[in-house]
Every structure is written in structure tokens, then in C-alpha cells.
């Protein structure tokens, strides 16, 4: 038995098994050497099975067959204890007997339910299974902690660091995607002030209100004063629970009803589940109208139907709601300023200041107004506005829809020989954000030094050069640790900020974000969760009735509730709806190309999000912390690249960012490329490889920004399909706002094969931008036209100026010569068009919102101003008639004569297209608001043609008083394009009259068919009984 040596069998048979424990471990293989083991933990390439090896205890093998010698010992290594794993010595909370945190998984899960729209950020992240405070979710670091001197104390001349606290002294930014990002310019909103996503949210001032959670105002818009049901319950596993439901129905664009339940869920948890979820979207079984138990069994499955009940009617069930869910939303903020004396920096020393200086008055003065509390009929901030006792005065003002109240030290009761001043701390000390204003040689503040539970975020504020025409601030931020980020960023330095307008909003904008991102700190935190937790106990107890969710009544009417579905629903319904549709990616900013070379990268590449989509916003959101890691409109989304697991998504200026997906391959990307589709006006790019002909050239010309300008003919570039009007999005790898105008030119000389990401042009040839280029280049107009020029001495016997001339010729041309390169008109009129009415192509329903005209009108409004008339060119208008020119002969000048004849009608014109543009709407056709549109252009541009030439246009767009000529103009004259003009218009009216005449008659006809269609099926109900000699059953 022993002839092969201990641990070495023979080659051949393998060895009976044996029940005998000694001669199985003769037979065991000798061990390997022990390796050294720490209690560190191992970075592994892999995520495979742990298992032994000879080289490396912790290196992935692949499995290989088991022998029957391993076979027969399996159970012995299985009696063995296991190995502590080293992630148990590595966490803290393991060494205390705590739960360890979990791993993060590398996809987050998807939310449930699918395919449920959610209205904003805080729904997409509420969670059915909520972690305590500290354990993953809401953590000190979370909700846009910046990254870089935000993390990190630290100190200036301003500010001191302290524990506990984090400071901020400038040129943090905004934490996004794979780091730190530069803040946003409009109409891009920050992370932070991302709150709606069904909706449009437009930034509408220079500085956004972060950390709002504007989706509170969900019931009040859908469900109050409105038919509706209301669950209370208290669940087992989720305590008290207020559960709101609302049926829709709204007309679709095929002429069909189309059905949608929207739903609020209510928890202790301060993330309230808002959103609508399609009827088409449901399993295909489930019935129209269907119960409330049925909906409520697919929506929230973790949810115990059994512990529900129908809420009372009494009317003080929806105003608790409302409470309940606008008690995060308030537009009155009180917030505390200290003063801060040269030499000083302590809490007392600032409190004992008794009377202002002239610095803190120019700042008071910049900041608000002051009022007399006595009598003060708006928000007062828990000051006494009867008998004065806090005061006689304060300061005052509003910012963004908000009312602030400041609490001033030194406008506040001075107790002498009082070292506390409680009367003043009183006030000051129970605010949540506080202003420290520090004169020119004042000590640095140091956070530490203010005593109170309350006093989360201090801005300190120290001005230079005060009372001086050359005034200027500097600012530094010190918060505490459990305070999420909040903007506007500071600058490098802090500062300086010049003493106007701008820094005023930048403050009140910094407060109002400080109050509102404090309100995640965990005491606040604490004290919002138990107030949700009393009114939710409130409801589930006092304001129920007996009926259960299971004989609530049924959504719909009664005759349409046992109907099943007449038609399948169509292919891709669910992807129909306004609000978000949610996926779990890993994100990485850049493109890293699709076409598999990242295929095999590790989990670890990417940070784990939730990808939602709407009608109007796409956004990345960290589940872990709860922030917005990146947004974009959906209408500033270009292209995309995808394969069967990624997908780079270019957006803006052509900026990227890479999101991989799991689960089967090409079934969440398909999904995804499905959606982006529907809500915005991108495509998909081509991949093209473009070689040098014989002479080293590539064949094509591009300019500064990307875009494609010539394509030589036979060529390699335009036999692979490169075409004029293309946008480069990716050059090499690279996408170009990464490399650069110089880089790229650099690349496209010098690389033997020009690899490129194309962004092929639109329908009409046109290259594709985004939203907000066009908003950019539209602000931009008016400075890349230049002043006008001014106007020179007319000529004896000159009808028109050459530049009116050729303006003329080139917007009243019948459209036999294309526009230059360089004129933005084509492009300033579907700015005008994206603003006015919604696309075909990205078109979703009737569910989908129009987006509203929220920016200047470019086509309508003249920019350029009439110049003052000239000394001696013109008299005064007499009682004879209307001012001639100077010298008093005719010499034959037609051009004023001319300009006069049609002026009024032009302006006319003008105001006509205006009235059909406003009261049209989103009812016109895209090729009707083209004609508009292109009329709208040219009465615009004959308007700033004359204001150049000096004829005077009324303000009003009033043509009544403008004198008329008495020459007729000359045969195919300007006269005979602005008569042409006005028929187009007539005509244009007409047809819209003859729409709209149409549009009401087919709606009666589908009405009336539709009342015949029910009043049919209720008579065949009412006479099945009878044919089949039955009773009459109950039909309910």
C-alpha cells in the first residue's frame, strides 16, 4: 500500500474510496507552503470564487472536474470552519458586534415597480427597504460633498478650520461625474437643483435653489379637489403608510382614451414614491378598471393590502396631506448677520457690538431694505411687530419668490453688562444659516466659537476697501460635516465680488441653498422623520373608515369594469409615459467606444447609478448618497453609440459620458436607444476610418467647432458617406471639447488614419446642434451682427442704401439661393420652433408637456434701435403735412417716399403674424409654423433694414400715424413682396380657421360615436339576460 511513498499513489486506477479516516489522510497530497496572510484586504482583479491554490490563497481558478479522492474528503473540508473573511477586520462596525455595511453591488438594482414614470428625483430614489441613518444611505458625506478643499478642513485669513466643520474658501466646484465638473451656464440647471423630472424645469437667474424638493407640490396639482381615493394602514415591516390613487383619462394622439393611475405612497421615510404608471404598461390580463388591490399589487408589491383602509371623506384628510407633503416646501427663510469689528472674533465680542459702523451699513444697504417692525404686515421672522420689544427696525427682502427676514446683531436689544446678550443670541443662535461680517482686520472666524445646536452653515463675509467706490468682498463657507455641498461655487480666493446686484443675488442664493441643504443634516433629519411619523399615525388611526382595499370601489365605470382589453396593446407602450423611466448602468464620463473594446473591464469601472429618462430630463443619481451625478435636457441630447452592454451618450456641445448595463445582452440598451427616440431629436452616429489618398490629404474641410464644410469629390471620405453639414463628435478616440480646436487640427494632420465618431446632418441638410448652442448663439445674434452702422449723407437721386439692398434681396429671395456658412437664420427659426411646439421626433403622446416659450422672442423683436435725426436733414413736422427734407426743392428721392408706403403695412404684418403665433399654439402644423416662421424673419429683417436707413418705427408697432406717399412704387418694387406677403398671411389664416372648423367636427363625431358605442353595449347587456331565460343578474 505503501510501495508509491506517502502521499504519492500509484499512476493508473485510482484508489477505492474508503470509510477509514486514517488512510484518507495517507492519501492526501502533501500541503502547500503557507503563505503570509494580513488582515488587509486583497484587491482582486476578479469578483470569481475564492479558492486554494498553491501561489496565491486568494487567486481565482477556474473549476476543474473533482477527482474521486476530492470527492471523498468534500465533507471533511467542509466540517471545517470557515475563514474570517478580512472584510470583518477591516470595518469598524464588525469589530463592535454592529452589522457590517454591505458591499455595494456593481449595478444598482432597478426600483420597483417597472416601468413606472416617476415625477421626480426624490421618487426615483425612494426605497422600500430603507437603511438606517448611517448605513449607506444619507451619510455625512452624501449629497454633493465637494470633493476637493470641501472635504478637507482648512484655513484662511477669513475663516479657521475647526472640527467637525468643513470649509470652503473658493474654487471647489461642483462634484458630477468622475470628479469635479465647472458649474453649469444657463439654461443647464446644477445637480443640486435637479428636482422635477416630468415637467419642465427651466433656470430662469444666474444663480438656481439647490436641495428644494419641488415634487412636493405633486398632490396639491393632481390630486386636490379632484377625484381620488386615500389608503391609511399601519404595515408590518414599513410602518405607517398614506397611499394616494387617481385614474386619468386623457384623449391620445390616435384619437383613443388612453388610461394612466397616478399614485403617491407615503412612508416614515422622508422619499415619498410620486408618479403614473400606464395602463398599457400593466400586465396584459389584468382588466380595464381595474381595483385598487389589483393596481396596488403590481405598483408596490412590498406593500401588505390586508393592513389598508379607505380613508374618511372628511375634508381634513387632504389638507393633512397637503401638510404632510408641502411641510419640506416654505418660501419664508429667516436668516442671522453677526458683526464682526476690526481685532475681533469672538462670539461675545461680535454680540456686544451695540452700534453698526459705516462698512456694516453699506453692507446692510446692498443686502436689503430696512423696515419698521411695527406694523409690518409680511413674513416677520418671530419678531415682535407690535410692542418693539426686539427692536424697532430690521432688514428685509425678497429673492426668487422668497421672503427673508434677517435677524441683525446690532438691530437687535442691547442688554448692557450683559456679556451673553441672550436677547440677541435668542434670535440669532436659532437660525440655520448665519452671515458673519468682518471688517478690514478682524481676526479669522472660527466656527467653534459660536455655542448653539442649531447654527449649521456660517458665510463669512469680509469686505475691502469699504466705503470707497472700489468696495469689493471676499466670502468663505464653513459648514458642518453632515451638511451636504451647496452652491453658487466660489471663485478661487472667494472672491473679490464687486459691491452691485450680481453679489447680492449671489448671496441671498448661497443662503437660501445653505438653509435648504442643512436640512439633510441628520438632526433636522430626525426632527422632519418624526413629525412625517406623527401624521402618518394620525391618519392610520383616526381618519379610516371599515372598507378594505378589497371592497374599495373600482377606477372607471361600472360597465367598462369586467371589460377585457379589446386590442393588444401596441409594441413599446411603456416607454410612452412624460415622467421617468429608471435603469441600473455604471457611468463614466468620456466616450470609451462601443464597439467592444471595453467589453471585458472590470465592475469597478464606472460609478454605480440610476439612470432615469423623461420627457424633459435625463440624470444620473448616486443611490447610495441620494445626488445627482449629471443632468442634461433630453433636447440637448445629439447622439448615441451603443452595443449590446454600453452606451456612449454625446449631449451639449458634444461632451460624453459612458453608461454599461446589465442583465441580457442588447435588452437595456435597446431599451434605452427606444426612449431616447421618443423624447429627443438625436440619432444614432457613425463610426467612420478615413485613410489619406496618395497626396496625405483626407479629403475634407472642418471648421473650429466640428462641423463638416466642404467634402471633396471622389475621395475616401465621401465614398464612406461623410457629407457636408456632418459634425465631428470624436476624433482618435477623443471627443473634441476634451481635445480642443488645436488638438484635433493637430490629429486630423498627422494621424495615418483619421478614426472619427460622425454626427450625420438632419433631414433637410442642416448640422444638428443642441439647445443650448442654439440658446447660446441666438444671446450671441445681436453681438455677432455688430452696431449699426451709422448713416451717412444720402445721395441726391438714391432710392436705397447698398447694405438695404442686399438685405433685401437676400430675405425677400424666393429661396433660389441657399444661405451662406456663416447665417444663423435657419437656425434661429427652429430655435423658435423647438420653443413653440413640440417635434415630430420627439413627439411621445398627449402625455408628454409642451415645452413653454420660456426665452427672448429672436424672430419678432427689432434689435437694433432708430438713430437720432441728424441737425439739418429734417424740419419739423408743420400743419401742411409731414416733415420734407431739407432745401425744400424735389429732387426726386424716392427711398423715404418708399420706406413710408410700406412701413405701416409691414408693421401691420409684423403684429398680425404675432397674434396668429400666439394664439395658434401647439395646434399648427410644422410646415404652417415653417411659413410663419420665415415670414416673421423677413418683416423683422425690412424692419431693422429701415431703422438703419433712419425711418423712425413706432414702439407699439402702431402704423397709424405713419405718413404714406402719394408716388406710386414702381412695378416689382418692395411694395409688390410686402402685398405678397399679406396674401401669404390671409392665406395662412384661412387655413388655420378651415383647421381648426375641422378639427371641432371630427371631435363631435368621435364623441357622438362613442356615446352610440356604450348606449349599444349597455342595451346588449340589459337583453343577454332575457335571450338565455335567466333572472336579471347583477350587473355591478
Known sequence: MLAGGIGSPRRGTAPAPTDDLFARKLRQPARPPLTSHTFEPRPSPTRGPLLRSGSDAGEARPATPASPRARAHSHEEASRPAAVPTGLFADPLALLGLPAEEPEPAFPPVPEPRWFAHYDVQSLLFDWAPRPRGTGGHTEASSGTLASAGDRTASSDLLLEAPGFVSEL????????????????????????????????????????EHADLGAGYYRKYFYNKEHQNFFGMDEGLGPVAVSLRREEKEGSGGGTQHSYRIIVRTTQLRTLRGTISEEALPPGLPRGLSPRKLLEHVAPRLSPTCLRLGSASPKVPRTLLTLDEQVLSFQRKVGILYCRAGQGSEEEMYNNQEAGPAFMQFLTLLGDVVRLKGFESYRAQLDIKTDS?????????????????????????????????????????????????????????????????????????????????????????????????????????????????????????????????????????????????YLEDLATNEVTTTSLDSATR???????????????????????????????????????????????????????????????????????????FNCACRDVLAWTFSE?????????????????????????????????????????RELVLPRDGQG??????????????????????????????????VCGQTLPTLGPEDTARLLRTAFKACVTVLPPDESGRPRRSFSELYRLSLQEPSRRGAPEP???????????????????MCLNDGSSPPGPGDLAEERTEFLRSQSSPSPCSSLSDE?????????????????????????????PTQDGPARPSGGEDRGDAAPELRASFLPRTLSLRNSISKIMSEAGSETLEDEWQSISEIASTCNTILESLSREGQPIPDGGDAKGTAKSDAEPEPGSLSEKVSHLESMLK??????????????????????????????????????????????????
Open 170 to 209: 473658493g474654487g471647489e466646484g461642483e462634484l458630477g461625474l468622475g470628479g469635479l465638473v465647472s458649474p453649469p451656464v444657463p439654461p443647464a440647471l446644477p445637480n443640486a437643483a435637479v428636482s422635477v423630472l416630468e415637467e419642465p424645469q427651466n433656470r430662469t437667474s444666474a444663480y438656481s435653489l
Open 987 to 1036: 392665406k395662412l389664416q384661412e387655413d388655420l380657421q378651415k383647421e381648426k372648423a375641422d378639427r371641432a367636427a371630427l371631435e363631435e363625431e368621435v364623441r357622438n360615436l362613442r356615446l352610440q358605442a356604450r348606449s349599444e353595449a349597455a342595451a346588449r347587456l340589459l337583453l343577454a339576460p332575457r335571450q338565455l331565460g335567466s333572472p336579471a343578474a347583477d350587473l355591478t
Open 555 to 629: 377606477f372607471g365605470l361600472p360597465s367598462l369594469g369586467g371589460r377585457r382589453r379589446a386590442s393588444p396593446r401596441s409594441p413599446g407602450a411603456e416607454l410612452q409615459a412624460a415622467g421617468a423611466l429608471v435603469w441600473g448602468v455604471r457611468a463614466a464620463p468620456g466616450a470609451r467606444g462601443a464597439a467592444g473594446a471595453q467589453a471585458g473591464s472590470p465592475d469597478g469601472d464606472g460609478v454605480p447609478c440610476l439612470l432615469g429618462i423623461s420627457a424633459e430630463a435625463l440624470v444620473l443619481v448616486a443611490p447610495r448618497d441620494g445626488r445627482v451625478v
Open 390 to 534: 426686539t427692536g424697532t427696525h430690521s432688514l428685509y427682502t425678497t429673492y426668487q419668490d422668497h421672503e427673508i427676514m434677517f435677524h441683525v446683531s446690532t438691530m437687535l436689544p442691547y442688554t448692557p453688562n450683559n456679556q451673553q446678550q441672550l436677547l440677541r443670541k435668542r434670535h440669532i443662535g436659532n437660525n440655520i444659516v448665519t452671515v458673519v461680517f468682518q471688517e478690514p482686520g478682524s481676526k479669522p472666524f472660527c466656527p467653534t466659537t459660536i455655542r448653539s445646536h442649531f447654527q449649521h452653515v456660517f458665510l463669512v463675509v469680509r469686505a475691502q476697501a469699504p466705503c470707497t467706490p472700489h468696495t469689493s468682498y471676499r466670502v468663505a463657507v464653513s459648514r458642518t460635516q453632515d451638511t451636504p455641498a451647496f452652491g453658487p461655487a466660489l471663485p478661487p480666493g472667494g472672491g473679490p465680488f464687486a459691491a452691485n446686484a450680481d453679489f447680492r443675488a449671489f448671496l441671498l442664493a448661497k443662503a437660501l441653498n445653505g438653509e435648504q441643504a442643512a436640512g439633510h443634516a441628520r438632526q433636522f433629519h430626525a426632527m422632519a422623520t418624526r413629525t412625517r411619523q406623527q
Open 791 to 809: 448713416v451717412q449723407e444720402e445721395a441726391p437721386g438714391s432710392a436705397l442704401m447698398p447694405i438695404t439692398k442686399q438685405l433685401l434681396s
Open 848 to 876: 408628454a408637456p409642451v415645452l413653454p416659450n420660456t426665452t427672448p422672442d429672436l424672430l419678432l423683436a427689432t434689435t437694433s434701435k432708430p438713430p437720432a435725426p441728424s441737425a439739418g436733414r429734417e424740419t419739423p
Open 697 to 730: 490629404r483626407l479629403g475634407f474641410e472642418v471648421d473650429a467647432e466640428g462641423f463638416i464644410t466642404h467634402v471633396e469629390r471622389f475621395t475616401f471620405a465621401e465614398t464612406t458617406g461623410l457629407r457636408a453639414g456632418a459634425r465631428l463628435l470624436r
Open 645 to 685: 452592454q454600453q452606451l456612449d451618450l454625446y449631449h451639449g456641445r458634444g461632451e460624453a459620458i459612458t453608461l454599461r448595463f446589465d442583465g441580457p445582452p442588447g435588452q437595456a440598451v435597446g431599451e434605452v436607444v427606444a426612449r431616447l427616440q421618443l423624447v429627443s431629436r438625436g440619432c444614432e452616429t
